[in-house]
């Protein structure tokens, strides 16, 4: 008997190494090891090891990260941290730049003479000022959570040129975001040009708009960003917005004064 049960172990032995698999739960096993159940890990998961040196455990907050089919996996840390079910989650990022800008409301244009902008004006009613869009920053994107915010960054160089350098002049102006041809973001301001007899009457100016809209409906939206001149001390004033009046001049160029526009969509995690 005892010699019986030593040639079945044997024979197991032999099977074993031959096969160099083992199920557990599973009497046809597919890998080295396969099992059919549920699996416990009371310490560290070590991979990349070899017969004579123990594996990765990997560090504290690494995740294993498959290098596909022969290769044992590695661990890798994130570059960003894992979001959960009730925060908020950057789901899109829009970024564009431009150097054309807006030259049509320069010297010989009349302002519009509206002072106030109210949330909701249509950028085609008239009557609500004379808006001008800066093309390459029109923008189609889709929100699917409600409960969201949405952050807009405007950022252009302004410049005009007084009649006489020798005379003060100031242009007022605004920039506004309007989404599906609405305003939602509005900011006014003014340049001014104090006797600026050195740079023969030249002046240049940075702008900015930071605006964060909640709630944004879930949808298809459209997002366009227009300026207009609200009021000239003089009308023959030259004035541009995100480039140089003339590439002549020393004091400016495209480059240093081009519009940068950006716009941030977190979405609430609700999956």
């Known amino acids: 008997m005892k010699k019986y049960i030593f040639k079945i172990l044997v024979a197991l032995l032999i099977s074993f190494k031959i096969n160099a698999q083992v199920g557990i739960k599973t009497d046809a096993p597919n890998a080295t090891l396969d099992v059919n159940g549920a699996t416990t ?11 004579t040196q123990a594996g990765d455990p990997g560090l504290n907050g690494q995740v294993l ?10 661990w890798k840390s994130l570059s960003v941290p894992f979001v959960e079910v009730g925060q908020y989650k950057l789901i899109n990022t829009y ?53 969201n915010r949405i952050t807009y960054q405007f950022q252009t160089g302004v410049e005009m040129k007084a009649p006489s350098a020798t005379t003060s002049q100031s242009v007022t102006f605004t920039c506004g975001v309007f989404r599906n041809g609405k305003l939602v973001a509005v900011r006014p301001d003014k340049i001014s040009s104090n006797n600026n007899n050195l740079k023969n009457g030249m ?33 023959n004033t030259a004035f541009t917005i995100g480039r140089n009046i003339a590439n ?4 400016s160029n495209a480059f240093t004064l081009e519009s940068e526009f950006k716009m941030d969509i977190i979405e609430f995690i609700t999956y």
Do not use: M
């Not at 890990?41 to 017969?51: A, I």
């Open 41 to 51: 890990l009371r310490k560290e998961l070590r991979v990349g090891g070899t017969s």
């Open 65 to 74: 990260v498959s290098r596909g089919e022969g290769l044992s996996p590695i």
């Open 95 to 147: 970024l564009a730049s431009d150097r054309n800008g807006i030259t049509s409301l320069s010297a010989g244009i009349a302002a519009d003479n509206v002072y106030k902008s109210n949330v909701g004006d249509d950028i085609t009613d008239l009557t609500k000022g004379k808006w001008v869009k800066i093309n390459a920053f029109e923008t189609n994107f889709d929100v699917k959570n409600g409960n």
């Open 203 to 235: 002046q240049d100016y940075i702008f900015t708009l930071n605006y964060t809209e909640q709630s944004v409906p879930v949808g298809n939206h459209k997002v366009e960003v227009a300026c207009r001149k609200i009021n000239s001390s003089d009308i």
């Open 248 to 251: 002549s001049n020393t004091n």
